[in-house]
């Protein structure tokens, strides 16, 4: 993540909503703003972004679409995507977590719903990280002592 404040990315065609989303997260984060599917994988190539809450019905490329763009590119496959719709159906919900959403939230949004939602996935993709460089400095370790692993002995009596 950022050194500083969390970035988050709104991806929405509704002012209303862009405006009413960047309230509620000002006090804890930054906020970039895209108001379509398209600016939005621009911003993301350019990095520090955090995590993505996502429109689902968006003209032109609906955020389905721009959900498996994002999480299909390596270089923004880390970023948690969180769709936001009125779309309540549980299919709904399916689909948008195939396109690998972490996360569905309907509207009306209740905001301690989408803070605490918004705070687990920032901390969640924190986790990952800090796990991912563990293991890359134990494998450098282990590389340093000869590559030997746990494997290599498993199997030989005590």
Same mark, same amino acid.
């Given at each position: 993540?950022?050194?500083? %404040?969390?970035? $988050? @990315?709104?991806?929405?065609?509704?002012?209303?909503?862009?405006?009413?989303?960047?309230?509620?997260?000002?006090?804890?984060? =930054? #906020?970039?703003?895209? #108001?379509?599917?398209?600016?939005? @994988?621009?911003?993301?190539?350019?990095?520090?972004? =955090? @995590?993505?809450?996502?429109?689902?019905?968006?003209?032109?490329?609906?955020? @389905?679409?721009?959900?498996?763009? $994002?999480?299909?590119?390596?270089?923004?496959?880390?970023?948690?995507?969180?769709?936001?719709?009125?779309?309540? %159906?549980?299919?709904?919900?399916?689909?948008?977590?195939?396109?690998?959403?972490?996360?569905?939230? #309907?509207?009306? $949004?209740?905001?301690?719903?989408?803070?605490?939602?918004?705070?687990?996935? &920032?901390?969640?993709?924190?986790?990952? %990280?800090?796990?991912?460089? %563990?293991?890359?400095?134990?494998?450098?370790? &282990?590389?340093?002592?000869?590559?030997?692993?746990?494997?290599?002995?498993?199997?030989?009596?005590?």
């Amino acid at each position: 993540m950022n050194a500083g %404040r969390p970035v $988050i @990315l709104i991806v929405d065609d509704t002012p209303d909503n862009i405006m009413l989303l960047a309230s509620l997260l000002k006090a804890k984060y =930054d #906020t970039k703003v895209a #108001t379509n599917g398209a600016t939005a @994988l621009r911003i993301l190539c350019t990095g520090g972004v =955090d @995590l993505v809450l996502l429109d689902v019905m968006m003209p032109d490329m609906d955020g @389905l679409e721009v959900c498996r763009r $994002i999480v299909g590119e390596p270089g923004t496959a880390d970023v948690p995507v969180l769709l936001l719709t009125a779309k309540s %159906r549980p299919e709904d919900e399916a689909l948008g977590l195939a396109a690998g959403a972490v996360d569905y939230i #309907t509207r009306p $949004i209740s905001p301690p719903i989408l803070l605490a939602r918004v705070a687990t996935h &920032l901390a969640l993709r924190t986790a990952r %990280r800090d796990l991912a460089l %563990r293991n890359a400095e134990l494998e450098a370790l &282990l590389a340093s002592r000869g590559g030997a692993t746990c494997d290599e002995g498993a199997g030989e009596p005590m």
